[in-house]
């Protein structure tokens, strides 16, 4: 094989480590995708073994993942992957913000993608390894629904919640799947791209049963 050909081969391989290696024996046909970016190991997993994922990567001796750092998701809207967009794409977007102010107040809804709009994204930390994976689930609009991990980690459960205030994603089997940050009568979750930015919402007239003071005076 020329120079030339190592390197076009070389190109079309997608960069590994020693972490996704292991990762990729351990988990088989699991991972559906593995890649290292900006210096971080990522694997995408389907929805539908994530807990199994989960508690493998836990309780293999050479991985020891025993801490969830986090719990996020990400809204794709009308977005490919990564949000690759050329810097032409950028300069031309901020500069007609510039000429027309008043279209931030506006709710620009792009069209739909042809992957799943949402990803559901964990990050791992291993506290006697010191090594980081970070796994990304898709999963899809007309179903955001998630099998929930907090059986393979108790922290898991204000960070589901989170998601799902913020979000709308449900966490099938969370012990307590409420709103953590907005209250009950709030409507949407307001870091969908679609969710209207000058939307009025219910105002309670109390914060709850011990309130001595309105929300809002009348």
């Known amino acids: 094989m020329s120079a030339t050909e190592e390197q076009q081969a070389g190109a079309q391989t997608p960069p590994s480590s020693p972490l996704l290696e292991q990762v990729r024996v351990l988990l088989g ?12 190991d990522r694997i995408n997993v389907a929805r ?6 989960a508690r493998t990567l836990r309780d293999a001796p050479e991985l020891a993942f025993d801490m969830l750092a ?7 809207l009308g977005q490919p992957d990564g949000f690759r967009n050329t810097l032409e794409v950028w300069d031309a977007n901020r500069g007609l913000m510039r000429r027309r102010p008043q279209s931030r107040r506006r709710v620009n809804i792009p069209q739909r993608g042809p992957e799943p709009r949402f990803a559901v994204v964990y990050h791992l930390l291993s506290l006697k390894h010191g090594h980081r994976l970070r796994i990304k689930c898709r999963v899809p609009e007309n179903d955001p629904v998630i099998p929930s991990v907090t059986p393979v980690w108790a922290g898991a459960n204000w960070l589901e919640r989170e998601c799902w205030d913020l979000y709308g994603i449900r966490f099938d089997g969370h012990p307590d799947l409420r709103r953590i940050y ?37």
């Open 29 to 40: 046909d699991a991972v559906l995708e593995a890649q290292i970016e900006h210096g971080d």
């Open 48 to 53: 539908e073994r994530i807990v199994e994922v």
């Open 70 to 76: 986090d719990v996020t998701a990400v809204d794709y």
């Open 182 to 218: 907005l209250y009950d009568e709030f409507v949407g979750h307001p870091l969908r791209k679609d969710y209207d930015k000058i939307k009025e919402q219910p105002i309670q007239d109390h914060v709850g049963p011990a309130a001595r003071e309105p929300r809002r005076p009348h």
